[in-house]
């Protein structure tokens, strides 16, 4: 069992919550969902394992992407991830442009949408 990892995403989907009531005025199921597998997975799989199933089948993770609900899923968690990862400093519109800038046709409206885009 994997507990710092647990506690690491567990942190983090509070801070997703958070987000998402403040950008919709409201909590999603999906949000509620948000990396549960990898709370889960985390009890028997090592974080290796986790984290590449996860990306693999998450569709707020770029390559599964497809609905504008799975592109605003994408920005709410790159906007938390900020206030909960050390490694991930960058609010959504930095991450956007520094690491998926392909993204920009999708995301742009969706940050502008959200008063996310200064």
């Not at 969902?33 to 799989?45: A, G, V």
């Not at 899923?73 to 490694?87: F, L, S």
């Not at 991930?88 to 046709?105: G, H, I, Q």
Request: charged share 30%; glycine share 2%; aromatic share 14%.
């Amino acid at each position: 069992m994997d507990k710092k990892h647990i506690k690491y995403t567990i942190i983090h989907k509070k801070a997703f919550l958070i987000i998402e009531k403040k950008l919709l005025g409201k909590n999603t199921i999906r949000g509620y969902l948000h990396d549960l597998d990898k709370i889960i997975l985390y009890i028997f799989f090592d974080y290796k394992t986790v984290h590449n199933f996860h990306r693999k089948y998450s569709k707020h993770h770029s390559l599964k992407a497809k609905t504008k609900n799975d592109y605003i899923q994408m920005v709410i968690d790159w906007e938390c991830a900020r206030y909960t990862k050390p490694d991930k400093p960058l609010n959504a519109k930095e991450t956007l442009y520094k690491f998926y800038p392909e993204l920009e046709d999708k995301i742009m409206p969706i940050l502008k949408e959200f008063n996310l885009y200064q």
